[in-house]
Every structure is written in C-alpha cells, then in structure tokens.
C-alpha cells in the first residue's frame, strides 16, 4: 500500500508532459530492464513457449497490463487525491463481490467484512468535510 501511495504521489508531484500511454510505455519498460535482470540470475529457464501461449502472453501484456496501466494512469492525472485513494479501499470490496458472483466462493465475505467500516469511515469524513 505504501508503495501504491508513493506511486501515485510521484505521478501528481512530476508530472510529465507527455501522453498518457507513452508514459505508462516508459514505466514499463523502465520497470522490465530494472527486473529483467534479477529474473534471469534468479529464476529457472523458461521452456519453449508454443504459439497458442505466445498469443495469450501477447493479449496479456496489451490487455492487462499497457490499457488497464494506461487507463489508470489517465485517471491519476485527472482526478482528485481522495478519488484515487478512495480507489484502494474499494479495491477489497470489488474482488469479494466478483468472487461472490461469479466463483460462488462464499467464504471470502466473510475474510473481507472489514473493508466496509472502514469505507464507510471514510466516506462519512468525506461528507463531513464537504459540508
């Protein structure tokens, strides 16, 4: 989390001119060169990957990673502090509601329930502030 919120400070604080996916290109690839090499001293070799998994790799890394990076990125920039903080603590509620829904994995409400007092926390103070 801290992490996330020097990440997210940083990208208000020097904010560069330039578009929202050139920036969000250079972060990953800064990012890759600096992992790349912990990964190739440290883990196994991969085995030959197929065609099917090259494709999958492919939609992969332009779906999950450069739009959704994208897409957040654009939205940091656009978007007020508490808007984006407010981001992490629905983070929790939105995966137990997709794992209710969808996987039908009751038992992850229950690990979660913390989550909402302390939405609901903030969102009152939110309200309080506002008015």
């Given at each position: 989390?801290?992490?996330?919120?020097?990440?997210?400070?940083?990208?208000?604080?020097?904010?560069?001119?330039?578009?929202?996916?050139?920036?969000?290109?250079?972060?990953?690839?800064?990012?890759?060169?600096?992992?790349?090499?912990?990964?190739?001293?440290?883990?196994?070799?991969?085995?030959?990957?197929?065609?099917?998994?090259?494709?999958?790799?492919?939609?992969?890394?332009?779906?999950?990673?450069?739009?959704?990076?994208?897409?957040?990125?654009?939205?940091?920039?656009?978007?007020?502090?508490?808007?984006?903080?407010?981001?992490?603590?629905?983070?929790?509620?939105?995966?137990?509601?997709?794992?209710?829904?969808?996987?039908s994995?009751?038992?992850?409400?229950?690990?979660?329930?913390?989550?909402?007092?302390?939405?609901?926390w903030?969102?009152?103070?939110?309200?309080?502030?506002?008015?």
């Amino acid at each position: 989390m801290a992490g996330m919120a020097t990440s997210v400070w940083l990208t208000r604080h020097w904010q560069i001119d330039l578009p929202e996916m050139a920036l969000t290109g250079w972060q990953l690839a800064l990012g890759g060169t600096m992992l790349g090499p912990a990964a190739w001293l440290f883990d196994a070799p991969l085995p030959m990957l197929t065609f099917t998994q090259c494709v999958a790799y492919t939609y992969l890394s332009l779906a999950g990673v450069l739009i959704a990076y994208g897409l957040w990125f654009r939205g940091i920039t656009r978007l007020h502090g508490v808007a984006v903080a407010s981001q992490g603590l629905l983070r929790p509620v939105v995966s137990v509601l997709q794992n209710l829904t969808v996987l039908s994995q009751a038992m992850f409400y229950a690990g979660s329930s913390s989550c909402w007092p302390a939405y609901l926390w903030f969102k009152a103070r939110q309200y309080a502030r506002a008015n």
